[in-house]
């Protein structure tokens, strides 16, 4: 599956993204930040390659969505 980080474009390795490094203590995945994250935005589940990119999304995610 190919993906785009929407913020910087770069493409993103989502099995990596995806691979579980533990459990909160509300069952969610914990996403390893080195490998790349992961944001739930209006039903849709959006990848990262950074942290920083996600802190950019979460910000301003129309910025980012907008075409
Ligand atoms: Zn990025």
Redo the contacts with the bound molecule.
Sequence with gaps: MNLN?P??K?PIDQQAAESKTGETAFGAKEIDPSKGTRQFHEGVWYY???LN?RTKFTVSPQRYLAP
Aim: proline share 0%.
């Design positions: 980080c913020v910087c770069k990262f390659d950074t990119c």
